[in-house]
């Protein structure tokens, strides 16, 4: 399932952008010299990607849902700042009944 969100989420990204596992079922997306509407659009594609994957060696009527939570970043912010604010509406998109992206 990992690999599968991975390869559906890498496909949207730009050369410059870094997707990486963050723990468990989540993943960092970094995207500089990115604003936040262009980040929302990316979240947006990636989100319609995964929402139209179907894994059939697991399950072919299973749906795979998609929270995320994005910012840019403040200047002078610290990255663990970022990401806590990221992650703080990655959470909020989960509590919110799950496929939905949410700025902080």
């Not at 659009?41 to 929402?51: E, F, M």
């Amino acid at each position: 399932m990992l690999q599968s969100f991975a390869r559906e989420a890498g496909a949207t990204l730009r050369v410059a952008d870094t997707l990486a596992r963050w723990g468990g079922e989540e993943f960092l997306l970094l995207m500089p010299d990115t604003r936040l509407d262009e980040a929302l659009a990316v979240l947006d594609r990636i989100a319609a990607r995964i929402g139209a994957m179907r894994i059939d060696a697991v399950d072919p009527l299973l749906a795979v849902a998609f929270s995320a939570g994005v910012t840019a970043s403040r200047p002078l912010e610290r990255f663990d700042e970022a990401i806590s604010r990221a992650d703080a509406a990655m959470y909020r998109a989960k509590a919110n009944g799950r496929n939905c992206v949410l700025a902080a």
